[in-house]
């Protein structure tokens, strides 16, 4: 085994096993704790196969922005030591159904498809050319991704203003 792959999987154990953890957890705080292990794991991997632009992204929107909004909302709930419910038995179920299903579909996606090394030319890293991508709407234009992260964002942010409400006590 070469040193790529002892790499390779040392990443992607991380993400996979803080991923897990992050789901399976029963403390709100901890979850989001294996949550951000698991997105730096992935921009560690981003990092790996020198990606370092899409890898600055991840850690700037994922890590630094939705991950933290999800921390602070949770402190402003004052239940950061609480356990979370239970989860109902059929959700489980359901669940773990859905997880199945989209193993076996990224499998049959993949085996589908044939992977060959790509012949087009390489762009020029200038200021020009990542500024004309950055805001070209065309075949290599990244203005939809980055609408669709202010949207992520934006959910985040709602999704953590839900979180932060506090619940009114109960009327006896």
């Known amino acids: 085994m070469t040193a790529n792959q002892i790499i390779f999987y040392l990443i992607s154990a991380l993400v996979l096993g803080s991923g897990v953890l992050a789901v399976t957890t029963q403390k709100i ?6 949550l951000l292990f698991s ?5 560690g991997m981003f990092f790996w196969m020198d990606m370092n632009f899409i890898a600055a992204v991840q850690i700037i929107v994922y890590v630094g922005g939705i991950v933290v909004l999800i921390i602070f909302s949770i402190f402003l709930t004052q239940q950061s030591g ?6 109902v038995r059929n959700r489980v179920l359901f669940s773990t159904l859905a997880v199945l299903f989209g193993f076996a579909f990224t499998f049959m996606l993949i085996n589908q498809h044939r992977f060959s090394a790509s012949s087009d030319k390489l762009v020029e890293p200038s200021i020009s050319n990542i500024g004309m991508r950055m805001l ?3 075949e290599q234009g990244y203005v939809l991704p980055f609408e669709v992260v202010s949207i992520l964002l934006l959910a985040a942010m709602i999704g953590c203003i839900v979180i932060a409400i506090k619940s009114r006590p109960e009327e006896k």
């Open 29 to 34: 705080f901890r979850s989001a704790i294996w």
């Open 136 to 138: 070209g709407s065309g």
């Open 39 to 43: 997105l730096i794991g992935i921009a």
């Open 82 to 87: 609480n356990q979370m419910a239970k989860p």
